[in-house]
């Protein structure tokens, strides 16, 4: 909006030239975003206390004893602040001509609503039932299919990329639909199963995401693509403002969900970031670099896959407790000793990750 009201006049004034710069508008946007969630937090965290009571987040029965005695009666549904901290900035600071701004907010957004929904059917009922599996995961398809349709209608899209290869492409055609529900789906899901502990999920997202704001910057810039040898996807460096946005939100939120935690993102947050993360990566064609960059939400994920399946084909659980945050925890670990080793992990895959825009 900014950019719309502000950049024309730079006829008159040299100083709303820098409102044409991408670089420019990402820092405006992570302090913007920041900024609402420091002066909407604490009112919103009341606010949901007051409407969900003494009950706050369901807590599993099956899950850690402790939970049940330190985390019950925290507010759930937190991940409205991130999203409306991420809303307000990323129209104030984006290119709203830009397509794949708005197909990006449509899966966060879309997901966001399933995700309240699904908190929204728990806190009421104080169960940990919400949306069936089923419902959830067609509604998370359809918005997906959609969001697709409009990147290859965009121009973008359709083909799949290597790190460290310039001249491995795989061109999907209509494969790339369900690689598209894949990604997003998985992305969204991903994360939401990494939502157990204060901070766990947020941290790797901040990662996540100041990562492919680097990457979409690069990928919308036709000399750095071309120097870097990746795809040169026009009108994706707008993106960086987005994640930019996502940066000053999630940082926002973390603020009040550091441990120990005043309130929980519940599904409304965790299913949108993943779902942001992997229409961001889907537009930049850098999905493989985002199964690297988060590969604590894909160690979370596989901890659950090898868990159910090795108590169903054999009979005996691999870990003690899945996701793996878990088994740590019944170890013994306190829970600030998982979360920071688990931010290290994501500092690490983050740098191998811009790594691979190098090396090639």
């Not at 009201?5 to 730079?10: A, G, K, V």
């Not at 059917?121 to 918005?143: A, D, E, F, H, Y």
């Not at 502990?197 to 693509?225: K, V």
């Not at 009979?315 to 600030?336: C, D, T, Y």
Request: glycine residues 12%; positive net charge; aromatic residues 12%.
């Amino acid at each position: 909006m900014l950019y719309h009201l502000l950049y024309p006049l730079s006829g008159y004034w040299i100083g709303f030239n820098l409102f044409k710069y991408i670089t420019f508008r990402s820092i405006g946007a992570v302090l913007t975003a920041l900024l609402i969630s420091f002066v909407i937090g604490p009112w919103m965290i009341r606010t949901l206390q007051r409407l969900q009571g003494k009950g706050g987040q369901p807590i599993r029965d099956d899950g850690p004893q402790r939970h049940l005695l330190e985390k019950k009666g925290t507010p759930t549904m937190g991940g409205t602040l991130i999203l409306l901290a991420l809303l307000v900035s990323t129209l104030l600071w984006s290119d709203l001509s830009n397509r794949y701004v708005w197909v990006v907010l449509l899966c966060t957004f879309g997901f966001g609503a399933i995700g309240f929904w699904d908190d929204y059917l728990k806190v009421s009922k104080q169960n940990t039932k919400g949306v069936p599996g089923k419902i959830r995961l067609l509604w998370q398809i359809l918005i997906v299919t959609v969001a697709a349709w409009l990147v290859l209608k965009t121009g973008g899209g359709g083909e799949l990329r290597f790190p460290l290869f310039k001249e491995w492409v795989v061109q999907m055609g209509v494969l790339y639909y369900p690689f598209a529900i894949l990604v997003v789906v998985g992305a969204g899901n991903a994360v939401n199963l990494t939502d157990g502990l204060d901070g766990l999920a947020i941290g790797p997202t901040i990662l996540t995401a100041m990562t492919f704001a680097i990457i979409a910057y690069m990928s919308g810039h036709a000399h750095f693509a071309n120097y870097l040898g990746i795809s040169y996807v026009v009108g994706s460096g707008e993106l960086a403002v987005f994640c930019s946005a996502l940066v000053g939100a999630a940082l926002g939120f973390l603020w009040f969900n550091t441990y120990p935690a005043q309130v929980f993102m519940g599904d409304v947050g965790s299913l949108a970031l993943g779902a942001a993360l992997g229409s961001v990566a889907l537009v930049t064609r850098h999905e493989i670099v985002l199964a690297i960059v988060g590969g604590v939400f894909v160690l979370e994920t596989l901890s659950v896959i090898i868990q159910v399946a090795s108590f169903k084909l054999v009979g005996r659980r691999v870990f003690r407790m899945a996701p793996i945050h878990h088994h740590f925890e019944l170890k013994g670990w306190a829970e600030p000793k998982i979360i920071v080793r688990f931010w290290i992990i994501s500092v690490i895959l983050a740098l191998i990750g811009l790594a691979t825009l190098k090396i090639r």
